[in-house]
Structure formats: structure tokens, C-alpha cells
Nanobody, 121 residues
């Protein structure tokens, strides 16, 4: 079965950086667009970033544009989220997602279990 396993979350001070990783198994990784979403306490899950199958096209939420970078290594079946200049409002559980068509058009088919990111002020 398809598994997406996130890692790299933790506690960081405002202005700091974290790099999240998401390792995929049970699917042929290359053809899948991938994305990152997050959910803060008491809020709905929101889109953070997406990357096309070959990594040539990326999309970001306005709130993270210029601070976060999504990338992928298809040979390692892994997608990354480099987060710089972190703010307390970035505190959330971050989820990796995959879908054969798009992670933006509809709810992605596959999700990881999430990794907690906490940014202290």
C-alpha cells in the first residue's frame, strides 16, 4: 500500500529554519505531483506548496512565498520542504500529500501522518 512518511519537524525559534522530508513507498513516485499542507490548532488544513512530477514547476501559498522551497529527488522517492525565516504563525502539523493528477485540483489521494512544527517567538 502507499505510504508517505514525514520527518524533520521540531521546535525552532522565530527566524530559524527547518527542512521537512517525505519518503514515499508503494507507488511509482516519478509520475506523482507532490505537495505539502499544514493544519494549525483550531484551523482548517491549508495548502503550503506543490511540485510537479519532474520538479520543473512549483507553487506556493502567498503566506510562505519567498521563505519556503519545495523540491524532490525522484531517485530517492522523496520530497522536501525547506522552511526559512520561520514565524510563530507557521506553527502547525505539516502533511505530505500525493495524487496522480494534482494535489491542488481536488483532495489528494494519499497523505502522510504529519509532522509537528512549532515556532517559538
Amino acid at each position: 500500500q502507499v505510504q508517505l512518511v514525514e520527518s524533520g519537524g521540531g521546535l525552532v525559534q522565530a527566524g530559524g529554519s527547518l527542512r521537512l522530508s517525505c519518503a514515499a513507498s508503494g507507488l511509482t513516485f516519478g509520475p506523482y505531483p507532490m505537495g505539502w499542507f499544514r493544519q494549525a490548532p483550531g484551523k482548517e488544513r491549508e495548502f503550503v506548496a506543490a511540485i510537479s512530477e519532474n520538479g520543473g514547476r512549483t507553487t506556493y501559498a502567498d503566506s510562505v512565498k519567498g521563505r519556503f522551497t519545495i523540491s524532490r529527488e525522484n531517485v530517492k522517492n522523496t520530497v522536501y520542504l525547506q522552511m526559512n525565516s520561520l514565524k510563530p504563525e507557521d506553527t502547525a502539523v505539516y502533511y505530505c500529500a500525493a495524487d496522480r493528477v494534482s494535489v491542488r485540483v481536488s483532495i489528494p489521494a494519499y497523505w502522510g501522518q504529519g509532522t509537528q512544527v512549532t515556532v517559538s517567538s
